[in-house]
């Protein structure tokens, strides 16, 4: 987080969102206050809580990307979940609990990832001895054979006198190194070994019917019947490749201190988790009271003491949400933000509304992002040795083509050129094994072809588009 000044974080965004200026913005600022606040003395660091932001608008337009973006340029645990999943204490489903219990599992297996690479230089040490006692297996010694060498006297001979006793074998290890010397050049990968791995016990089928908290309980009894459950190892033939990768994940696991991991992970969540609640306009109910709408208060109700800043029980101990960013989104075309409870209000201080896509932005969309769509397409279809080539009219009529079928039907965003893209490729990608070497240019009067029954049928383009 350090390196990351608000500005460089806004031109790291710009490489895979366009446009959207203030909410990268505000992203940014957010993430930059993380930084400034373990700077500030520790007495006045507990008091600065995060400034949660709430995004207001149009599915497809880079909320969720801009939030996971956001994590992964921070290497900040990152969960997103739908607020319409979670419901009221009382009520069959999902508790909103449940969302930091995940947050912290990701947090935990984030850390032993990074701690496992830490410890893989002497993993592949270990591994590699491993191996060469697998494709040299010890002699083993005979029993008869040491029984009669310590009954017999061979240090004098049958007049008494002092005999040297023969060497003894020459140690294999002359083979030893000849052999390691085969497997660093990668000489041996083919070769079979036989390994004796771990051997995954089966879980017995136990069926829950309790209220509480389910997903606690169901957590708990999985892992007493895995401490329960008898390790077992299997005998398995497999080449040195794979011999390799296996070993090699077992001993990194058993270098790796898990405590150490699980109290890092636990002050990661704590200090830079990142919940991204999307559809949070789903649950800000009209005030009825009555129906199906029923549990949505209570919904908000439940998501508030986390927001707020509380203590939850996971299995890798108590966790605080006090610092953790909550960044929500939702579409409000129903609802409004103001129809959420007051104090559910007052915790995402923070409000940014998102631009719809013009067709300028879906121009860009398909040509500037590291990521974008074209650059997926061509390097898939390079895969059957068929170059395709985008030219700029081309997609010019693409991004036209998208911004008036958003106007005219379900305005989807960006999502809208998946569809648009697939439907103008359809016969290049059922034809390309059978042309091989073949370029094929995409221009506008190419596109046009393939939408133009679609364009001229606007009851058609409804279901197709």
Request: glycine content about 6%.
């Amino acid at each position: 987080m350090e390196s990351f000044t608000p500005r460089e974080t806004v031109a790291e965004l710009d490489k895979f969102i366009i446009g959207q200026a203030n909410a990268k913005r505000a992203v940014a600022i957010a993430l930059r206050n993380r930084w400034r606040r373990q700077q500030v003395p520790k007495e006045l660091r507990d008091e600065i809580a995060p400034k949660n932001i709430i995004m207001i608008g149009p599915t497809g337009v880079g909320k969720t990307e801009i939030a996971r973006r956001l994590a992964k340029l921070s290497n900040a645990p990152f969960i997103k979940v739908e607020a319409s999943k979670f419901t009221e204490v009382g009520y069959v489903g999902k508790d909103v609990e449940s969302i930091i219990r995940e947050l912290t599992e990701l947090g935990v297996n984030m850390l032993k990832e990074e701690e496992k690479k830490k410890v893989f230089k002497k993993a592949e040490e270990l591994v590699e001895e491993k191996l060469l006692d697998l494709l040299i297996p010890p002699p083993k010694k005979s029993a008869k054979n040491v029984e009669v060498s310590t009954n017999l006297d061979l240090s004098t001979d049958a007049q008494g006198n002092a005999i040297t006793p023969p060497p003894a074998p020459a140690p294999a290890e002359d083979t030893r190194e000849k052999f390691r010397g085969m497997l660093k050049e990668g000489k041996l990968e083919e070769r079979f070994v036989e390994l004796e791995a771990a051997a995954s016990a089966h879980m017995p089928m136990v069926e829950i019917v309790a209220g509480g908290n389910l997903d606690e309980i169901g957590m708990n009894l999985r892992d007493m019947f895995q401490n329960m459950m008898p390790k077992s190892n299997k005998k398995r033939k497999v080449k040195v490749l794979e011999a390799r990768q296996i070993l090699l994940q077992e001993e990194a696991s058993k270098l790796v201190d898990m405590e150490k991991v699980t109290k890092l992970a636990v002050d990661r969540v704590e200090q830079n988790g990142i919940v991204f609640l999307d559809e949070i306009d789903k649950i800000a109910g009209g005030g009825g009271g009555q129906g199906p709408d029923v549990s949505r208060e209570g919904v908000q109700r439940d998501i508030l003491p986390i927001v707020e800043g509380s203590t939850v029980n996971t299995k890798y101990g108590m966790v605080k949400t006090d610092h953790i960013l909550f960044i929500a989104a939702g579409a409000f075309h129903v609802s409004k933000p103001s129809d959420l409870i007051p104090e559910l209000q007052g915790r995402f201080p923070i409000r940014v509304e998102l631009d719809s896509l013009t067709e300028n932005d879906f121009y860009k969309i398909l040509t500037e992002p590291e990521n974008s769509l074209t650059k997926q397409y061509v390097a898939l279809l390079k895969t059957e040795k068929v170059d395709i080539v985008f030219q700029e009219t081309g997609l010019r009529e693409m991004a036209g083509f998208a911004c008036r079928v958003n106007e005219q039907t379900e305005n989807i965003g960006a999502r809208r050129l998946h569809t648009i893209m697939e439907r103008v490729l359809d016969d290049v990608s059922f034809i390309a094994p059978e042309i091989p070497g073949d370029k094929i240019e995409i221009d506008d009067r190419y596109v046009s072809d393939r939408l133009k029954e679609i364009a001229q049928n606007q009851d058609l383009s409804r279901y197709i588009l």
